[in-house]
């Protein structure tokens, strides 16, 4: 027979040493900002108060994943003299940046100087055989988007078709419009029946 039971039983509390909990305390005296606090409380909510991860999350109106991450701020500032406000918000935060590249900047760099030598003469390129050639080196298919992100990250950009053709000759076009029949009719032997308007 399965047991079931919520999620509360399922919970487990994070474990903290007497200098993290006495770090978090030092942090929440001194506190300068929201995100001190919060670090600060991240630890000792559970330590002291015994919750879970989800009742802190809850109980600081943040996600469980958050509170983690708060959590983490304070792991990493032991060892260090003091804790003075923005030490563990702002230390080791390790948010951002690019997390699935699939290349270094540098060896995107690499990868387009070909292409790029190939603009200067031709003056653009097409995305398509860049694509290919992008998935090829990576051994697996890339979508669009891809290739368009990593030629914006060095400086390339999308060209939209012109509005109008570079040879376009607004005089001529006039001159076609005023001089053009109103009203065509279909060639002769057609089944399609003539329409002649009213006068």
Known sequence: MRRICDISCMSRSAK??????STAKALL???NTAEDIR???AVLLPA????????????MGVSRATVGRFQQRIRQAKGKPG??????????????????SHMT?????????????????AGMIV???????LAQKLGRPVRASVVWRLLARHGWRKVAPDTRHPKADYAVQAAWKKNSRRHWFPPSGSTIPRIVPCA
């Open 16 to 21: 903290f040493t007497e200098r993290q909990i």
């Open 83 to 100: 804790v003075a406000s923005g030490v563990v918000a702002g230390e080791g935060r390790g948010w951002g940046g690019r997390r699935n």
């Open 29 to 31: 005296q001194q506190a």
């Open 39 to 41: 670090a600060a409380q």
């Open 127 to 133: 995305m398509g055989p860049i694509r290919a050639a």
């Open 105 to 121: 900047p540098e060896e995107e760099a690499e990868f387009l100087a070909p292409w790029a030598a190939e603009a200067e003469t």
């Open 48 to 59: 002291v108060h015994g919750l879970t991860m989800e009742e802190t999350g809850i109980a």
